[in-house]
Nanobody, 123 residues
Framework: VQLQASGGGLVQAGGSLRLSCAASGFTLDYYTIGWFRQAPGKEREGVSCISSSSTWNADSVKGRFTISRDNAKNTVYLQMNSLKPEDTAVYYC???????????????????WGQGTQVTVSS
């Protein structure tokens, strides 16, 4: 089970980026996939989540970030629009197989993590 996060970069405030989380070794269809981020000196926090039955977005990104999945490509995406300097962080994707719970899972429940991808938003 491997996850590969990509798509980070440097963007000006107000710009957009699309992160990708590609899975290998398992099929994403019934997994819950979460995007998390960690800024310097801060704890890792949940950003968005998608399961086979639901999605969730943190209040700080609602209306700006959209999570989606392409099961044919075994990939989950995080479209990030109207980026702000406070969105600067290392972004991680993670997976957990708990189809009955949807996105009602804790960060500690995610047991497969990808490497991070850096997102830097300049003001």
């Amino acid at each position: 089970v491997q996850l590969q996060a990509s798509g980070g970069g440097l963007v000006q405030a107000g710009g957009s980026l699309r992160l990708s989380c590609a899975a290998s070794g398992f099929t994403l269809d019934y997994y819950t996939i979460g995007w998390f981020r960690q800024a310097p000196g801060k704890e890792r926090e949940g950003v968005s989540c998608i399961s086979s039955s639901s999605t969730w977005n943190a209040d700080s990104v609602k209306g700006r970030f959209t999570i989606s999945r392409d099961n044919a490509k075994n990939t989950v995406y995080l479209q990030m629009n109207s980026l702000k300097p406070e969105d600067t962080a290392v972004y991680y994707c993670a997976a957990v197989f708990r189809p009955a719970f949807g996105c009602y899972v804790d960060q500690a429940d995610f047991d497969s993590w990808g490497q991070g991808t850096q997102v830097t938003v300049s003001s």
